[in-house]
């Protein structure tokens, strides 16, 4: 039986992650896989660190989307695969990778997630994060600022620049594509606990397979 691969995408500060990691920790450890989309971003070592703090992060041509679309069929087929990690401090790919080991569920996650149709034919569930603009920019501030060591006109330079830019022009519409879309992401539990139903469902009818 070939794994079952949910897709978790939306805007940034979205609270897709916490989605991805509440469903996650409610299913047993080692039945599940978690692969982040962010991942694969570009490593581009033609360019030097301040060229590459200018990239368009949020444009879908700076992932490797081939990468990533390689790595979801073979998990889907129950191969393991080495996931890049990147540094969003340095916006360089590390030298060692995470190994990811096969499980019948596989969790992937990232505001991009639905666009590309390579991506999208993997997917056996699509789920969009919808959450209010003003909720994900605040989060998005504190999270760069926080996490990534941005300072405060950085992180409103590069949300005009690009991110709400993207945000309209990919992310927002690929919403069309999604087979259920939460309001307030981890804050709505009953939409959760109907997903995790689900997914035990599917895990329990894979054991006595």
């Known amino acids: 039986m070939s794994a079952l691969v949910v897709g978790i995408a939306g805007g940034t500060g979205s609270g897709k992650t916490t989605v991805a990691k509440t469903i996650a920790a409610a299913l047993p450890a080692s039945r599940v896989a978690m692969v982040e989309y962010d991942a694969y971003y570009r490593d581009r070592t033609d360019l030097d660190i301040e060229a590459r703090s200018q990239l368009n992060f949020d444009h879908p041509e700076a992932l490797e989307t081939e990468l990533f679309v390689e790595h979801l069929a073979a998990l889907k087929e129950g191969r393991g695969i080495d ?36 991506v999208r034919e993997r997917l056996d569930m699509k789920i969009f ?15 760069d600022m926080e996490q990534r060591g941005r300072t405060f006109e950085s992180v409103r330079e590069q949300y005009y620049r690009t991110v709400r830019p993207m945000h309209l022009q990919f992310v927002e519409p690929s ?17 959760l606990d109907l997903i995790i ?5 599917v895990l329990a009818a894979a054991a006595r397979a």
């Open 175 to 191: 919403k069309r594509w999604a087979d259920l879309i939460i309001p307030e992401g981890g804050n709505n539990r009953v939409a």
């Open 129 to 143: 994060v919808d959450t209010d603009a003003d909720i994900r920019v605040f989060r998005r501030i504190r999270r």
């Open 83 to 118: 996931m890049p990690i990147y540094d969003f401090k340095s916006h360089r790919r590390q030298e060692e990778s995470r190994r990811i080991e096969p499980a019948p569920v596989v969790i992937v996650e990232g505001i991009l997630v639905f666009v590309d149709q390579r």
């Open 197 to 201: 139903a689900k997914l035990e469902n």
